[in-house]
């Protein structure tokens, strides 16, 4: 079955570091663009970051950039997503997505987690 499985969610406080993971099954990783999304209760979902299929092209929402850090291991077929200086404004189910030359996203994940509170 295709699909993609995030995990590495949890219960973190303001400050602290938290990596996000998501493995791809039944399709070719590599010939994917990937992204992280995420939606916080009572939002829209908001874009977080994505990159290319080579690692060579990364973007990354205003909210987080220069705190988080997307990377991928296309050999293990796996995205993260390394959040540092959590904020409170950060929780929220992420979510990973693929997407191919002009085309949407086709595929999402069910979500993982992420809750800071002190």
């Known amino acids: 079955q295709v699909q993609l499985v995030e995990s590495g969610g949890g219960l973190v406080e303001p400050g602290s570091s938290l990596t996000l993971s998501c493995t791809a099954y039944g399709f070719t990783f590599a010939l994917w663009t990937m992204h992280w999304y995420r939606q916080a209760p009572g939002k829209e979902r908001e874009f977080v970051a994505s990159i290319s299929r080579t690692g060579e092209t990364i973007n990354y929402g205003d909210s987080v950039k220069g705190r988080f850090t997307i990377t991928r291991d296309n050999a293990k077929e796996s995205l993260y997503l390394q959040m540092n200086r959590l904020k409170s404004e950060d929780r929220a189910v992420y979510y990973c997505?693929?997407?191919?030359?002009?085309?949407?996203?086709?595929?999402w994940g069910k979500g993982t987690l992420v809750t800071v509170s002190s």
């Open positions: 997505t693929r997407t191919k030359d002009t085309y949407g996203s086709d595929l």
